[in-house]
């Protein structure tokens, strides 16, 4: 049997960093944003130090959907971190009933990106979900916003039962702004922005349930996972890129940032 269908079978832990993507994907994944076709001008995402400001504003305007609710269970946010759902056959409760409004997100955040003729910019993309989903909670809005730009930067999750054409992919590279933080980010906003909103999940899930005196057991647990999401970069980077030398790049900085704002909403307003 083949190490990547082996793996497949093995905790998403394992089988997301060892499972490669799909050989049919891999140019469209890698290909930078091609703003020009869309008729675009490219736009960038707000520095770090005015992100969770930029954020906190579009909150404001939603006060009553917007305290963050603790995610189902924090291990299922973990394995939904950790792997694409279509790297592993462990089931994903937690995200598979979210895959309709996924696809509604998925094409607002496409037609305001073609009529402003500009990507979209993070606190840009929480504003039209809370504005479409006006009756879910804050974590739910987060979750739609991960899995959405997950599935259309990589179309690796269709077992949550969402799945994006090459168009739409390739389209959707100049819909979401990108960071521009450093040289590595410019040509993968899609990737960052993923990277960015299920951080964010992550910040949640072990923040919310420590806000008012923890059990012991949520305690530890929470902890736990805060150290393993804070090096998920440098153990991506070593075991995927390194050690199975598969293609791609860190999402170091983006993690970070996403993963503090994940936490800090917790405490909203």
Not at 94 to 121: G, H, K, V
Not at 214 to 224: D, G, L, V, W
């Amino acid at each position: 049997m083949a190490l990547a269908e082996l793996a497949r079978r093995l905790p998403p832990i394992i089988a997301g960093p060892v499972v490669p993507y799909s050989s049919e994907l891999q140019n469209l994944i890698y290909q930078p944003p091609d703003y020009s076709k869309y008729r675009k001008e490219a736009f960038y995402n707000p520095p770090p130090e005015l992100m969770l400001d930029e954020i906190s504003r579009v909150l404001e305007q939603k006060p009553t959907a917007c305290f963050p609710n603790p995610p189902e269970k924090k291990r299922r946010v973990l394995n939904y971190f950790v792997a694409f759902a279509d790297q592993h056959t462990h089931p994903l409760p937690l995200f598979s009933s979210y895959a309709p409004p996924c696809r509604e997100l998925l094409r607002r955040i496409l037609d305001n990106s073609s009529q402003l003729q500009r990507p979209i910019t993070i606190p840009e993309q929480l504003k039209i979900a809370l504005e479409t989903f006006p009756n879910f909670n804050l974590t739910e809005i987060i979750i739609i916003l991960t899995i959405t730009s997950r599935a259309a930067a990589r179309n690796y999750d269709s077992r949550i039962g969402i799945a994006v054409t090459p168009s739409e992919m390739e389209e959707w590279k100049t819909a979401v702004a990108p960071f521009g933080y450093n040289e590595n980010t410019l040509n993968n906003p899609a990737g960052d922005a993923y990277h960015f909103w299920e951080a964010v999940l992550a910040g949640i899930s072990v923040r919310i349930k420590r806000i008012n005196s923890a059990n012991p057991y949520e305690e530890i647990t929470s902890r736990i996972l805060e150290n393993i999401y804070r090096y998920a970069a440098d153990l991506t980077g070593l075991i995927r890129h390194k050690i199975f030398k598969h293609e791609g790049s860190p999402h170091d900085t983006i993690d970070v940032l996403g993963f503090e704002i994940g936490q800090a909403i917790c405490y909203y307003p």
